[in-house]
T-cell receptor, first 112, second 112 residues
C-alpha cells in the first residue's frame, strides 16, 4: 500500500513564526503536491513538484514556499505565518502517468 | 482553466437507500480523467472510483457507480445500499496531464 505521511496532525503557531510542514511518501512517486482545504472551497493547490529540486506554483502560492531535496520528501514552508493561513493542509503524491493521487492524513494548522 | 462544480454542499440518505451526488466540470479537452474521493471524519482522503473520458462504459466499484455524460460534462456518483460508513465528504476531481482540480465537496450524512 502507498503510504503518505505528514509530520503533524495538529499544529498551533503564532503569527510571524516560520512554519515547516513535512510530507513523506514511500512509493518512489515522481509527483508530490501540497493542498489547502477550507470549508466551501474544496482543495486548492499551493505548490507541486514533479521531480527533485523542481517546483511549480499552484493556484495560491502567495505566502508559501516549498522544498524537495529528496524524492520522497516534500516540505511546505510558511515564511511568516498569518492568521489567514489557518487551515487544513493536505499532501499528496502520484506516480508518473495517468494515475490517481494518494493523500496524507492532513495537518490542521492554527495560527494565533 | 478547468473548473469542477459540486452544487450540493450537503446531502443525506437513509441507511440502505440510494443517493446520487452531482458533479459538473468545464474543459475543452477530450481526453481526461475524473475521480470521486471520499474523506471520512478521520480526514484521510481515499479514492472511491475513477473514470477515463475515452471510455463510454460507466465505472463501477461494488456499491459505487458513476453516470458519466461527456457531452453534458457531468459526472455523478451513485451510492447504492448506503451504509453508516459512507458518511463523509465527497470530492469530485478532474485531471488531464497536470494537477488535479477538485470541487468544493458534498457532505453526505447517513441516517440509521
Amino acid at each position: 500500500d502507498v503510504k503518505v505521511t505528514q509530520s503533524s496532525r495538529y499544529l498551533v503557531k503564532r503569527t510571524g513564526e516560520k512554519v515547516f510542514l513535512e510530507c513523506v511518501q514511500d512509493m518512489d512517486h515522481e509527483n508530490m503536491f501540497w493542498y489547502r482545504q477550507d470549508p466551501g472551497l474544496g482543495l486548492r493547490l499551493i505548490y507541486f513538484s514533479y521531480d527533485v529540486k523542481m517546483k511549480e506554483k499552484g493556484d495560491i502560492p502567495e505566502g508559501y514556499s516549498v522544498s524537495r531535496e529528496k524524492k520522497e520528501r516534500f516540505s511546505l514552508i510558511l515564511e511568516s505565518a498569518s492568521t489567514n493561513q489557518t487551515s487544513m493542509y493536505l499532501c499528496a503524491s502520484r506516480p508518473g502517468g495517468i494515475y490517481e493521487q494518494y493523500f496524507g492524513p492532513g495537518t490542521r494548522l492554527t495560527v494565533t | 482553466a478547468q473548473t469542477v462544480t459540486q452544487s450540493q454542499p450537503e446531502m443525506s440518505v437513509q441507511e440502505a437507500e440510494t443517493v446520487t451526488l452531482s458533479c459538473t466540470y468545464d474543459t475543452s479537452e477530450s481526453d481526461y480523467y475524473l475521480f470521486w474521493y471520499k474523506q471520512p471524519p478521520s480526514r484521510q482522503m481515499i479514492l472511491v472510483i475513477r473514470q477515463e473520458a475515452y471510455k463510454q462504459q460507466n465505472a463501477t466499484e461494488n456499491r459505487f457507480s458513476v453516470n458519466f455524460q461527456k457531452a453534458a460534462k457531468s459526472f455523478s456518483l451513485k451510492i447504492s445500499d448506503s451504509q453508516l460508513g459512507d458518511a463523509a465528504m465527497y470530492f469530485c476531481a478532474y485531471r488531464r496531464w497536470g494537477d488535479m482540480r477538485f470541487g468544493a465537496g458534498t457532505r453526505l450524512t447517513v441516517k440509521p
